[in-house]
C-alpha cells in the first residue's frame, strides 16, 4: 500500500537527501524550514492551510492529523515554503520533536530539535537573532511574546505528540498572539485549532506518487553506482 511505500523509500532517500535545515536569515525575513521536498498531491488540504495563514484569518492554529506515513510532515513543510514565497510572515520557524524514523525494518532514533519550552523559546530567538539565553524561563516567554505580537511568525511543531512539556502546550494555546500563527502536526487528535485530518491519497494522485518514487530511487540507485564506480 501507500504507506508500505513511504516507508521503503525513506530510508533510500534519506541516504542523499540535503541538509534537514535551510536557514535563511535576510535583513526583513528569518526562515528556519526543511529543504523543500518532493509534493505531489493534498491539493485540498494545502489550499485551505494556506487560507487559514493568510495574513488577516482568523484562525491561528492549524493541527495536521493523520496516521504516520500519511504525509503530514511534507504538507506543513510545503504550506511554510509557500508561505515564504508569498512573504506572509517575518519569520518562519520549524521545530521538531521527532524522537525516531519509522522503517520497514525498524526505527532509527534521532536527536528531537527541543525537549522543553526553554528549548523551544531559545530556538525561536536565534531565528530571530533575539538574545534571551542568559534570561530566566519567565521572562524568556515574556519576551518571546513580545517578539511574536510584533513580528508575524509562523511556528510549526512536527510531530507534537512525543511533546511531554505541559509547559509547550500551555505556550501553544495561550501565548500566540496576533499576527502570529503556529502550525502542529500529530497523530493524536487535538481539541484546539483548525483540523486538517489527511487518509489516504485520491486516486488521481496515487499514480503521480508511486512515479515520483520510482523515479527518486533510480536516481539514488546512479548516483550510488556512480560513486562505487569512482
Known amino acids: 500500500d501507500i504507506q508500505t511505500l513511504i516507508l521503503q523509500s525513506n530510508k533510500y532517500l534519506r541516504a542523499i537527501a540535503p541538509s534537514p535545515i535551510q536557514p535563511d536569515l535576510a535583513e526583513e525575513f528569518a526562515y528556519r524550514i526543511p529543504a523543500r521536498p518532493q509534493f505531489i498531491g493534498r491539493h485540498r488540504e494545502l489550499s485551505s492551510i494556506l487560507d487559514y495563514l493568510r495574513p488577516g484569518a482568523r484562525p491561528w492554529l492549524v493541527v495536521i492529523e493523520g496516521a504516520?506515513?500519511?504525509?503530514?510532515?511534507?504538507?506543513?513543510?510545503?504550506?511554510?515554503?509557500?508561505?515564504?514565497?508569498?512573504?506572509?510572515?517575518?519569520?518562519?520557524?520549524?521545530?521538531?520533536?521527532?524522537?525516531?524514523?519509522?522503517?520497514?525494518?525498524?526505527?532509527?532514533?534521532?536527536?528531537?530539535?527541543?525537549?522543553t519550552l526553554?528549548?523551544?523559546?531559545?530556538?525561536?530567538?536565534?531565528?530571530?537573532?533575539?538574545?534571551?539565553s542568559d534570561l530566566p524561563l519567565d521572562a524568556k516567554r515574556k519576551a518571546i511574546d513580545g517578539?511574536?505580537?510584533?513580528?508575524?511568525?509562523?511556528?510549526?511543531?512536527?510531530?507534537?505528540?512525543?511533546?511531554?512539556?505541559?509547559?509547550?502546550?500551555?505556550?501553544?494555546?495561550?501565548?500566540?498572539?496576533?499576527?502570529s500563527k503556529a502550525i502542529i502536526t500529530s497523530r493524536l487528535q487535538i481539541s484546539s485549532g483548525e483540523l486538517i485530518s489527511l487518509k489516504?491519497?485520491?486516486?488521481?494522485?496515487?499514480?503521480?506518487?508511486?512515479?515520483?518514487?520510482?523515479?527518486?530511487?533510480?536516481?539514488?540507485?546512479?548516483?550510488?553506482?556512480?560513486?562505487?564506480?569512482e
Open 68 to 115: 504516520g506515513g500519511t504525509g503530514k510532515s511534507a504538507l506543513a513543510i510545503e504550506a511554510a515554503h509557500l508561505c515564504a514565497d508569498q512573504k506572509f510572515f517575518d519569520l518562519i520557524i520549524w521545530m521538531t520533536a521527532q524522537e525516531r524514523y519509522l522503517q520497514d525494518d525498524g526505527t532509527e532514533e534521532v536527536k528531537p530539535d527541543f525537549l
Open 118 to 132: 526553554e528549548d523551544m523559546l531559545e530556538i525561536i530567538g536565534r531565528v530571530a537573532k533575539f538574545s534571551i
Open 200 to 229: 489516504g491519497l485520491l486516486l488521481s494522485e496515487i499514480k503521480p506518487f508511486i512515479q515520483s518514487i520510482v523515479v527518486r530511487v533510480h536516481d539514488i540507485v546512479d548516483t550510488f553506482g556512480s560513486r562505487h564506480r
Open 147 to 179: 517578539l511574536l505580537s510584533t513580528k508575524r511568525s509562523l511556528l510549526i511543531i512536527d510531530n507534537f505528540e512525543t511533546v511531554r512539556d505541559e509547559g509547550i502546550r500551555k505556550f501553544l494555546k495561550f501565548h500566540i498572539p496576533d499576527p
